[in-house]
């Protein structure tokens, strides 16, 4: 069974041979950028409208904080005061909402390389990118690969929001882009990046664990729940060169942030770095 | 769409239109019961074997141990000496596995209503089945709603290991049989049941536990992943009349357990009772 929309049914099946269905009502948006095809369709569950790229979920507005609120807070909430911070990927804006939540944010860099992705999720999914217009976003439409070069001491926190490690993606996950990033960092800066499905994708979890702990000293992991990826379950890396995971927590824009959250709260953050015992194993 | 195997895919989509599928291979076993169809097929993937009732997934070989270490270890490590355990359901064998991965237990009784089920997992699923023989473990092919009328102070440990709310396993779900359980326990006692996905099921989950409530005066909820169920995300119900969750925990018992488990550890024991949001709210 091929990816996609086919009869009725999006379908997205990991090479191992088990995934995801959902029951596909109209197509609002279907092209192929420069770097990918870029889809929107209509569900008729609680789901809502859905994104795919290359025939591969990216988000729905059905349970897209899942993702969002999960990348997003639990490094801000680790960091003092983070004033500047850069999405790379996450052209759908969900990130940029999340982190616009925290007050002490005076500016965010969304590097997005594919423009179309941008402007499909503002005209089609405004409940994630609302905030993608807010004075404070500056968006470049641009490699990431290119743009993160010469940046030295510039982000407080840096959300690595891309997709899987093929195709655009796919220099995403070196340890010369990592090393980058961590140059980019300022002092008590976090990296976060998404790491893929550790059940169903674990040799890539493993693979991109080997390139990120060459880099930074500090390298841990934290997973949660989402339900419309293959497997239910999703890791992030937070990498940093002197924040330990679970050092800080800040109480000051606690009350504020938790009540805009689905997800988040205190007792959930403190609990997402326990793993299981077989990916301990594979880390 | 319908749930089951065609055209060489196995679907489960719930009612909201979203769910999983799996490539299917040879159906090894497929017949009518007296209460549900039973079926056992084969996957080319890492998750084996695949048991479904009335279409239903139930569990797969290669992502069983999510499920049976959650229910099994998480109340058994909070019981002091649990000697005596009850299993409702789970004719498959996977509790009483890890049930009796625990040196104190000296008697398991399995109430299980479908002797089917009970005997395609011994024949189809060996490393699921595997302790059903030994001699600790007493068989019964029984309704439990019947069986647990008039057993009091009986139990230590009683494990709600059933199919949802519908069909054979709708009438484990009333506070009459929530009552009953709770007479069926020690002092001391711990009733687990699986409580439904709290993503893709919120009414039922809701629903479950305004009875439990009813009937118990500490009832908590603890979750985690579950690859192969719709959303990935499940729940268990822990209630007690004395036994507040994280209260206490067996040290003693610890290093025999966790060196067998996949999942299992403190750690991650300890992380189970933090919900995001949505769910607290949901309860």
Chains 1, 2 share one sequence.
């Not at 941008?118 to 404070?136: F, G, R, V």
């Not at 899987?164 to 008590?188: A, C, H, I, R």
């Not at 702990?213 to 390298?219: A, E, G, S, W």
């Not at 990498?239 to 824009?253: G, I, Q, T, W």
Request: with cysteine.
């Amino acid at each position: 069974m091929k990816n996609g929309i086919e009869n009725g049914y999006y379908h997205e099946i990991t090479p191992n041979g088990f995934g995801i269905a959902i029951k596909a009502g109209k197509v609002l948006f279907s092209k192929q950028s420069d770097f990918q095809k870029v889809e929107v369709f209509e569900t008729e569950s609680s789901l809502g409208r859905v994104l795919t790229l290359d025939d591969l979920m990216m988000t729905t507005e059905g349970d897209e904080y899942h993702y969002h609120e999960m990348i997003v807070h639990i490094p801000m909430m680790q960091h003092k005061n983070p004033k500047s911070v850069l999405v790379i990927g996450g052209g759908d804006g969900g990130t940029i909402r999340e982190v616009l939540k925290h007050k002490t944010v005076e500016r965010v860099v969304l590097c997005e390389i594919d423009g179309m992705v941008i402007e499909a999720c503002k005209k089609y999914l405004p409940t994630i990118s609302c905030e993608l217009d807010n004075p404070k976003v500056e968006i470049l439409v641009q490699d990431a690969i290119e743009y993160i070069k010469d940046k030295k001491n510039e982000f407080d926190i840096v959300l690595i929001d891309s997709t899987d490690p093929m195709g655009p993606g796919e220099g995403l996950f070196t340890d010369e882009f990592y090393t980058n990033v961590k140059n980019s960092l300022k002092e008590g800066g976090i990296m976060v990046a998404q790491s893929e499905s550790p059940f169903a994708q674990a040799e890539s979890v493993k693979k991109m664990y080997v390139q990120l702990k060459k880099v930074f000293p500090i390298c841990a992991t934290y997973t949660s729940n989402i339900p419309t990826y293959p497997g239910g379950y999703w890791a992030w890396a937070f990498c940093s060169e002197s924040v330990k995971p679970l050092s800080y927590f800040a109480e000051d824009r606690y009350t504020d942030i938790v009540k805009t959250c689905k997800i988040y709260n205190k007792d959930y953050h403190m609990a997402r770095f326990a793993l299981p015992n077989y990916l301990k194993e594979l880390l």
